[in-house]
Structure formats: C-alpha cells, structure tokens
C-alpha cells in the first residue's frame, strides 16, 4: 500500500458512493491520495481486525462499532454517512410481481422459483423476515445466497436467481436486471453505514476530516444520487 495515502476498505453496498466521494475530496484538496477496496463486509471487518494497514473503515455501524469496542478503530471516530434501503428486483423484462404491500411480497416470495439476498445485514434481517412470516422452511430450499462480495443483481441477471433482494444503491446500475423499487414501508429494512478510524492508521487526523467531508451536506446530494439517503 501506498503510506503517503488514505487507504479504505469498505463493504461493497458503498463502493460506488465512496469511490464519487474520494474523486471529489481528492479535487478539493489537491495533493490527497486516496485508494479505496471494496470486498464483503465479512472479510472487511476480519481483515481490519486482523491490524491491515487500513486508515478508514466503512461498514453497517453496528460492525464499526464492534470495531470500536475490540479496540481495532478509534473511539469516538464513528461517523454516519448514509441510510441505505432494501429494493427488489428481478430479470430485465421478467414478469414484475405486485410488491405494494407486506402481503404482497410474502406471495411473492412463496410464488419465486429461487430468491437471492445478500450475506449482508440486509440479509440477516431478511431470514429474520420470513422466520416471523413462518416461512422459512418453504423457502430454504430455493435460496441462493451469492458469495461475498458478489451482488445478488449479478444472479438476477443471469437468470439463477428470480426474485432478489439487495441494498437499492447495489442493485441501481446493474445491466440486465428491473428494479421492481423499495420493500414496503412496514417491512423496509434500513442500514445505516459509518465510517470509522482504523487503530492502524498513521494519519488519523487526516482521516477524521476525510469523514467529516463525508458526512456533510455538501454532498447530500450525491447520495442520493446513489439511491442512499443523508443522515
């Protein structure tokens, strides 16, 4: 790595965001260098415990907050940047199913072939969904879950996966695939993703300042943009 810069790792539901982010700080102060890695959130977390000479940390603020705790970033260095939605999605010109309702979407769910969720937060909630519905014994059998750091749209594209579910700002730009939109209301999952100091970094002031940029409204609307909401 290169130690003059600003190493990142974070979960891949940011990657596009952050990677628009860092263009734009690195515009704004010249002479900034900033490399971003994006991989599962597992594998990010395991890395930044394992002492990898990361400066910043992007991840569900529960994971960062863990890290807090364990010692392997800075307390009092979290920082929200984002609240980040479940949407639904299925192959480019597939049959849409009705998603309007809670209802709705546990027919729908009951009615795909195969289902995709992430191995993220969003998908832990989503199992914790269909345990609460009593369905989770008929939809076991046709659960495709990607490997890290692969996004179910990928699936959904290809065709091994029908009815797929993933942060909206990972499933917007992908080809081949129709985002039917949002989970409902009653059931919309929300993670919220911070970024933290890593305990490895060499230039924690200069990453405090990264993130403070990040989680300005300066840039509010490029998270939008990105199918994320400001915090």
Known sequence: MNPSALNIISSMATKKL?????????????????KLESVGGVDAAKRVQAGEAF???VLASDAIDKLIASGHALAGS???LVRSGVAIAVKAGAQAP???SEAAVKQAVLAAPTLGYSTGPSGVQLAALFERWGISEQVKGKLVVPPPGVPVGSLIASGEVT???????ELMHLPGI?????????????????????AASAQ??????????????????????NGMEPI
Request: hydrophobic letters at 45%; proline letters at 5%; zero cysteines.
């Open 78 to 80: 979290r920082a929200d």
């Open 18 to 34: 952050l990677g628009e982010l860092t263009a734009l700080y690195e515009q704004q102060n010249p002479g900034t260098s900033i």
């Open 163 to 169: 009815l797929g579910f993933q942060q909206l700002s």
């Open 204 to 225: 924690p002031d200069a990453v405090r300042q990264l993130l403070a940029f990040m989680a300005s409204a300066s840039v509010a609307q490029l998270k939008r943009e």
């Open 178 to 198: 129709d985002v039917l939109g949002p989970l409902p209301e009653a059931i919309q999952i929300a993670t919220v993703f911070s970024g933290g100091v890593a």
């Open 98 to 100: 009705d998603i309007s």
């Open 55 to 57: 400066d910043a940390v």
